[in-house]
């Protein structure tokens, strides 16, 4: 193993760190308090699970830990003895680095190439890098680790398990001691998951590992304690005897997810109205579908959408709900299956087609996939109307902009989108006005029959989720179906005809009905992947 | 018959060092991202003012230093209109190509025809052919390789050096890095701008030595057009290369074949034009190009980030 | 409506930031070779746009530029580079003087609407070799239509060489345009014709194209976000053919004009760089039609003007080539200045707004 590490420059010291974070409290500019006398430890050789739900604090602390934040209060001790960090460059130094869910690997050079990059060299090998060597003895370290792997192929061809795997060994190779996983397995299937896992415990005995996640059915695989984050706050803590006799599940899960109350009395829909959805209008029929790196993540889901009813699909992100929206909306072919709309076969139509047919798409990814952010607020209303409304398709094509125009004001009144004039570049609006207005356009589109909506109300206050809550019931009962993917499950309860929960890129329940009566214990567990 | 394919092996070697040369320095400026399509200007320019320094000075080796001063300039210029300002890297390309244009045609005149000239300036001084001494007594290699002007045997030198550079040290692999994915090179630690900044010096300084050739050796006088789109056929000739510094220099030394074959055969051409033109001649490597791009397009990879905007974000 | 005004005046503010650098640099040059600068100016000015003829003059010769920068117009605003400008008016060129003389037999005004029909359709058709590899390889049509640039204009020179060659001079150059396709002039001692008229008729329609319908505000989406393009029922397919179809077409009108209006022949160098001037010409008139044209307008004059000073005072020519090159810079480098004032204003309010 490579021992000229960059990172620890006291070999003195006991290579083994013993880490510990003490009354760790991080307030933001804007006031919000994500972190609030967190006390984290590490010890070496352990794997310590850090559990929450998104937003309970955990990227926070890591960030802290890497040297990417720094805490308002608190304070690291480094084998006991106080540390700062002013940059993660500090963190490095330390032997401290972060697994990203995003890897920092170059995906077309090899991986030897890759490692190389960041291999501290001595001016002689700089000028004349025999690779060879570098790549034997690469090899040799990642044999001992569990991982066979040819070190010149390009990381390009290489599956995100076997990439993740490489940035580990990277990592370890230069002499990290402390690793960080972020949400490590959610680019992976679970077979690659649990090749993950067989690394770990492998890689235990050279370094300190904490496992970022809130997916409870990894935490029985590797993890010797946990500690729990909700709200900022540590609300449990298990220690190694705990684990040794064992942890229920469905206990983590209440931990995380709390007992939060649904304020039934907000529930607006079941006004006892029919609730009889009869008419199927989106029909996706066994539908296979694989993700950006050649996995199959969508593995075979049958879903039936009626007429004016709002379906929900639960989940924690990354189970392939991003993948399924886009099958059926076009920009994503299918391996298997297929999807009827309005009893016509899309499943090989173009998403302009899809679009033109009423098909519509409320992204949770707004500036990318929603505005063009140099064009005008009108403009960007009119662009997605001209295109999709039949009337205006029918025309020479000759814009009558003072109807355009006057439809936009009344828009924005509607909605209540704070501009002073809608010929001002839409990058001038704040984030929460930004989602009224992709909401807005979709539903005041004549020609729309089904929705799909990912993290509807995201960023928006309570007043105006109330509004557009109204409005998409409003819009139910002119007939408009739904499909509202979110992870505020509190929305989805509130709004949802029925709800599905996605699980690894299968549904693994339906509530057909009183969703609002939903067990939410036995909710989570679906949603951890606990019952299936 | 023996001493003609002489000649001719020889001729293409002079023909394909200047080209050689601006195609190292294209070569490396391209793999660090950047796609800097005036190396036809700096083509140019570096010839004329080649021509300039070298009739005043009567000496071709001032002549390839201005040539090299001028290209590292206009690279370097490039590098900031593009890196610093942020304009689009084609663009940028264009109009210097065009300010090149421009300014080589007044800038000619202005230096010569002011005066009132009866006759074209032309130069006396170029550069000698030097024979090594042992070397250039070998039978068929030593006449074609060892009976050049010095340039020629720097190039010799050059070429493995680039070759090395590249795929030996680690700085090639920071370069190439920075060309395939210049944002997660940044975040590893590996300064995109210093590199990019390096890639344009140096190469730089090959395409301006490149053309700095056609005025010290291969030509005694300057006429407007003598670069003639060499320099596209360079970028025509990198794609085909792979961007590979061996195969590219090979796609130079076919075409220089070509190019060769058709100065010696000019008139034979004039007399069977119509049976294979030489505009046709001219044509083919953007023809090849074409074909390539066409037929294998799919295969044919650039540096993942050739020609796309970088911004470090802070 | 009061910020549509404020908007509209900072799209002109380039123009006019970069036509004052410009002709502060037109005095510099004027100054080094040994000029007054000021009244070295004044005659520039007067030899370009002074009296009616001059006037006219410069008004033909932006008719190629104009022409061509509006044809640019549209790929570029949908974010696809037409770098083949050049190569495309060298193949209409030769189309539209192949069509003349071989028609040259059928009575005026046939051979001249095949003619200048032809040309406009060979533009467009060469155009849309980068568009189709592009649509259907996914080929970047920057390294397509560059490579057919040399491609067509060595065919040309072939051309006019070979079977297409005046066999009476014997030059590089076609035969002269038979009178029956010649476009013929509007007033007897100017050299307008008809075709040039045709600007004021373009300038209004590409004008409307882009801000009145759909296939407009279509283009200007997919420019700024090609991802959400698609999100928003774009097909951006149809827009990367007709797009490059309009910009061959008006480049084979512009060369048209040329062929069959001024020059009367197919001779090497019909197009002065036409093509790649165009390119930075269309971000000098700020993207806009009105913009564009002044710009060549002005530039045309500034060329002609530039060529007539250096006649008259003995400066070598060349000139107005080498300012025309430093032209598109000149106005990259205001344009971006002004987006980066504008951008930090933006942040502002919208910090403000919150």
């Not at chain 1, 690793?179 to 397995?185: A, N, Q, R, S, V």
């Amino acid at each position: 193993m490579n021992t000229n590490s960059i990172f620890s420059p006291d070999m003195s010291v006991s290579s083994l760190l013993f880490i510990e974070m003490r009354d760790i409290t991080k307030i933001y500019p804007n006031g919000v308090y994500a972190l609030v006398d967190v006390n984290f430890d590490l010890k070496p050789c352990e794997v310590h699970c850090l559990l929450g739900e998104n937003g309970a604090g955990k990227s926070t602390l890591m960030k802290i830990l890497a040297g990417v934040l720094k805490p308002t209060k608190g304070e690291i001790l480094i084998n006991g003895v106080p540390a700062e960090f002013d940059s993660p460059l500090d963190a490095q130094k330390y032997g401290i680095g972060m697994v990203h869910q995003l890897f920092n690997l170059i995906d077309d050079v090899s991986v030897i190439d890759n490692v190389l990059l960041l291999t501290p060299l001595s001016k002689r090998e700089k000028l004349w890098l025999i690779k060879d060597k570098f790549a034997l003895d690469f090899r040799k370290f990642a044999e001992e680790m569990g991982l066979p792997i040819d070190p010149f192929i390009k990381v390009r061809f290489l599956p995100a398990g076997l990439k993740q795997r490489v940035e580990i060994l990277r990592l370890l190779y230069l002499g990290t001691k402390v690793l960080i996983f972020d949400e490590p397995t959610s680019m992976l299937t679970p077979l690659e998951s649990k090749e993950l896992f067989k690394f770990i415990r492998n890689v235990k005995s050279q370094s300190s590992i904490v496992w970022v996640t809130h997916r409870l059915n990894e935490v029985n695989e590797i993890c010797d304690r946990i500690t729990i984050l909700r709200g900022g706050k540590v609300v449990k803590y298990y220690t190694e005897e705990d684990i040794r006799n064992g942890v229920e599940l469905a206990e983590l899960a209440y931990y995380m997810v709390g007992d939060a109350v649904v304020s039934y009395s907000d529930k607006i829909k079941g006004d006892a109205l029919q609730n009889t959805f009869d008419k199927p209008i989106l029909k996706i029929d066994n539908v296979v579908v694989k993700d950006d790196y050649n996995n199959i993540k969508v593995k075979g889901i049958n879903l039936t959408l009626y007429k004016g009813e709002i379906l929900g699909i639960a989940g924690v992100s990354g189970n392939g709900q991003k993948e399924l929206v886009e099958a059926i909306l076009g920009c994503r072919s299918l391996e298997k299956g297929s999807i009827i709309f309005n009893g016509i076969d899309i499943t090989l139509k173009s998403i302009s087609e899809r679009l033109k047919m009423g098909l519509a798409y409320i992204p949770a990814d707004r500036l990318e996939r929603g505005v063009a952010d140099g064009i005008s607020i009108a403009e960007n209303i009119y662009a997605y109307w001209v295109n999709t409304i039949n009337r205006f398709n029918n025309s020479i094509g000759i814009l009558n902009k003072k109807c355009l125009y006057d439809k936009v004001i009344n828009l924005i009144k509607e909605y209540n989108i704070k501009t002073i004039d809608p010929s001002l570049p839409v990058r001038i609006l704040s984030g929460g006005n930004l989602q009224k207005l992709l909401i807005a356009r979709v539903l005041q589109n004549p020609c729309v029959k089904v929705v799909i909506a990912e993290e509807l109300t995201a960023g928006l206050d309570i007043k105006t989720m109330q509004f557009i809550h109204r409005k998409i019931i409003e819009s139910c009962k002119q007939g408009i179906s739904f499909i509202l993917i979110s992870s505020e499950l509190d929305e989805l309860l509130k709004l949802s005809d029925r709800l599905a929960v996605i699980y690894d890129g299968k549904i693994t329940k339906i509530y057909n009905n009183n969703v609002d009566n939903i067990d939410l214990m036995e909710l989570s567990e679906y949603m951890m992947g606990i019952k299936y | 018959m023996i001493n003609f394919i002489h000649d001719f092996l020889r001729a293409v070697i002079r023909v394909s060092v200047p080209l050689g040369y601006a195609g190292l320095g294209e070569l490396l400026v391209e793999k660090s991202g950047l796609l800097n399509i005036s190396i036809e200007g700096t083509l140019w320019l570096s010839a004329l003012f080649a021509f300039i320094v070298n009739y005043y000075y009567e000496n071709p080796y001032y002549g390839i230093l201005i040539g090299m001063f001028i290209g590292i300039i206009y690279y370097l210029l490039f590098g900031f209109l593009s890196m610093y300002v942020g304009l689009n890297q084609v663009l940028v390309g264009v109009a210097l190509n065009l300010f090149a244009y421009g300014s080589t045609f007044y800038i000619y005149r202005f230096v010569f025809e002011w005066r009132e000239r009866v006759s074209i300036p032309s130069i006396r001084s170029l550069m000698n052919d030097i024979k090594i001494p042992f070397l250039s007594e070998m039978p068929l290699l030593g006449y074609i390789f060892f009976n050049q002007p010095l340039i020629v045997y720097i190039f010799y030198i050059v070429v493995p050096i680039i070759f090395i550079l590249l795929n030996k040290t680690i700085y090639g692999l920071y370069i190439t890095s920075i060309g395939e994915n210049p944002e997660v090179s940044d975040k590893i630690g590996i300064s995109v701008f210093k590199y990019r900044l390096i890639c344009l010096f140096i190469g730089g300084a090959f395409v301006g030595l490149g053309g700095s050739i056609f005025t010290t050796y291969l030509s005694n006088i300057y006429l407007d057009h003598m670069i003639a789109g060499r320099g596209f056929i360079v970028i025509a000739l990198l794609i085909l290369g792979s961007w590979s510094p061996l195969k590219t220099i090979g796609a130079i030394i076919l075409y220089s074949f070509v190019e060769a074959f058709q100065y010696r055969f000019q008139t034979l051409f004039a007399s069977i034009m119509v049976f294979l033109p030489y505009q046709f001649v001219l044509m083919l490597p953007y023809l090849t190009t074409v074909t390539v791009l066409i037929v294998i397009g799919r295969r044919i990879k650039p540096p993942s980030w050739l020609g796309k905007q970088y911004i470090r974000v802070k | 409506m009061r910020s549509e005004a404020i908007v509209k005046f900072i799209k002109i503010l380039p123009i006019i930031f970069g036509f004052s650098l410009l002709l502060l640099l037109i005095m510099v040059l004027f100054l080094l070779s040994g000029l007054n600068p000021i009244t070295s100016c004044q005659l520039l000015f007067y030899y370009g746009f002074g009296t009616t003829t001059y006037l006219s003059e410069a008004f033909l010769r932006s008719i190629p530029i104009l022409f061509i920068s509006l044809g640019l117009m549209f790929p570029f605003m949908a974010g696809i580079w037409n770098i083949g400008a050049e190569g495309q008016f060298y193949v209409a060129a030769i189309v539209s003087a192949a069509i003349a003389i071989y028609s040259a037999w059928m009575p005026f005004p046939i051979p001249l609407i095949l003619s200048i029909i032809g040309g406009c359709l060979g533009g467009a058709v060469y155009a849309l070799i980068p568009a189709y590899l592009r649509v259907t390889r996914n080929v970047n049509e920057i390294f397509t239509s560059l490579m057919l640039n040399y491609i067509a204009i060595y065919s040309v020179s072939y051309l006019i060489l070979g079977p297409l060659r005046n066999p009476t001079t014997n030059f590089a150059e076609t035969p002269p345009i038979p009178g029956s396709a010649i476009i013929p002039r509007i007033f007897p001692n100017l050299r307008l014709n008809f075709l040039s008229i045709l600007a004021f008729i373009l300038i209004p329609i590409t004008l409307i194209i882009i801000n009145n319908t759909s296939f407009g505000l279509s283009l200007k989406f997919m420019g700024q976000n090609p991802i959400a393009a698609e999100f928003i029922a774009i097909d951006k397919k149809r827009i990367i053919i007709t797009t490059m179809f309009i910009s061959g077409f008006l480049t084979g009108l512009a060369a048209a004009h040329e062929v069959l209006g001024v020059v009367h022949a197919v001779r090497q160098g019909i197009s002065s760089n036409y093509g790649y001037i165009s390119i930075g010409i269309v971000y000098f008139g700020g993207m806009n039609p009105i913009g564009i044209f002044l710009i060549s307008l002005l530039a045309a004059g500034i060329i002609n003007g530039t060529r007539l000073v250096s006649f008259f005072t003995g400066i070598p020519i060349g000139l107005s080539d080498m300012l025309f090159g430093a032209l598109p810079l000149l106005i990259f480098i205001s344009n971006k200045a002004v987006e980066k004032i504008l951008n930090s204003i933006l942040i502002h309010r919208k910090r403000w707004m919150e």
